[in-house]
């Protein structure tokens, strides 16, 4: 497993920032952004808060491989919040993919609204791999999904499918968990 090395300091900053996020509102009357924003850096910390077999990766410096398939909801969030950073020593690379032909080489994968209809065909092909799955399509964990955004009160929260995550041949960090709500399906 890929075990990134976090000074126990960083790990609990981490996990402020996630439960600062976690709480924080997202109002219906202001700007979409907000909503994103978070969801970009809840995206970047599943990188510290999930372990990916080593068999994931070509090598100790090969790209860790974080993908949008569909539309991108995050406008430049995403990419201002991974650019130049790490997944211990695998550089973290942004892919904004239109083809379920190239989710292959995704560690985590973000499916987009506007790909409701396929939800189900994307999710069968990544059973494959060792990548984790979110989205913030209605229904995603009941339909193989692993993480799901959604909002209660105007804040952005998770749902996780830990069962998933251990059959994609990933872990989940019990932090990370303690955050979220669980779903088994």
Known sequence: MLNINVLPYKLNMLIFSLYALITFPCYAGSPSASEYQIKSVFLYNFVNFIYWPESAFENDTSPFNLCVFGKNPFG???KVTT????AGKHPIKLHYLDRA???HTCHILYISNNQQAQVIQIL???KKYPMLTVSDVDNFIPLGGMVNFFKISNKVRLAMNPNAIRKAD???SANLLKLAKIVKR
Do not use: C, D
């Not at 650019?83 to 790490?86: D, G, H, I, L, R």
């Open 101 to 103: 032909s190239q989710i």
């Open 124 to 126: 069968r092909l990544t």
């Open 76 to 78: 430049a969030f995403l």
């Open 170 to 172: 990933l872990k989940a």
């Open 83 to 86: 650019e130049n950073q790490k």
